[in-house]
């Protein structure tokens, strides 16, 4: 089984719904992360979280929110999608410096 | 924004040959590490570098820290077709609580 998990996989909404992107993870990591891929880009970050009572913007969080509600949950919304938000978006925990990526969720907004 | 320089950008070479990539920073990292990402999949770690001047390999791969902790490179020895896919660079420095990445290189394998 994987250790680092994301639902869905894939999601096409409209402009101005609210969506919501899981990650769930086996790893035991305190530390996870939520970024977004743009084709031709690297990963930009959105969110991250050292524990439950601890989150921080990244580079990139206008538009976006997070809760987590465990340690091997992180959820990322948002509010109000638009089509700039098209995108591939990554889940990542963090152990000794090193990261463990998801799979991935492909978010097409029309 | 992005303060990792990975180069190249892209490159296509024939199977069998060697091939080499690199990042490098103005900043000094404590971290380097190296990632392989297939289409539609998440970026898949490929080595972890911890200390300067550190030379890891893995199977084909080789990955070195530099010893000015600015710069890092790595080697793929006899390129096959699966090697085809995203190769990003990431570092952490200082006391920084996240990771800085670099734009990737594309790596194209031709028969």
């Known amino acids: 089984d994987a250790d680092v998990t994301q639902t869905p996989r894939n999601r096409i909404t409209k402009t101005g719904k609210r969506i919501m992107l899981e990650c769930s993870q086996t790893?035991?990591?305190?530390?996870m992360y939520w970024y977004r891929q743009d084709p031709g880009l690297g990963l930009q970050l959105i969110y991250y979280?050292?524990?439950?009572?601890?989150?921080n913007k990244g580079e990139i969080s206008d538009g976006y929110s997070v809760s987590r509600q465990a340690q091997a949950k992180f959820s990322l919304s948002l509010e109000s999608a638009i089509p700039n938000q098209t995108a591939l978006y990554f889940c990542?925990?963090?152990?000794?410096?090193?990261?463990?990526f998801g799979p991935g969720t492909r978010l097409t907004v029309l | 924004g992005q303060q990792l320089n990975q180069s190249p950008q892209s490159m296509f070479i024939q199977e069998g040959e060697d091939v080499s990539m690199n990042c490098t920073s103005s900043?000094?990292?404590?971290?380097w590490l190296w990632y392989k990402q297939e289409p539609g999949e998440g970026p898949v770690l490929l080595i972890a570098l911890y200390k300067a001047g550190e030379l890891t390999s893995n199977g084909r791969l080789t990955a070195q820290f530099g010893i000015t902790r600015k710069d890092s490179f790595l080697n793929i020895s006899a390129s096959i077709p699966s090697d085809v896919g995203i190769y990003f660079c990431a570092g952490q420095k200082g006391s920084a609580r996240q990771l800085t990445f670099g734009s990737g290189t594309q790596l194209t394998v031709l028969p």
């Open positions: 979280s050292f524990d439950v009572k601890d989150i």
């Open positions: 790893k035991g990591h305190d530390r």
């Open positions: 900043s000094i990292f404590n971290t």
């Open positions: 990542a925990t963090q152990e000794r410096n090193t990261q463990y």
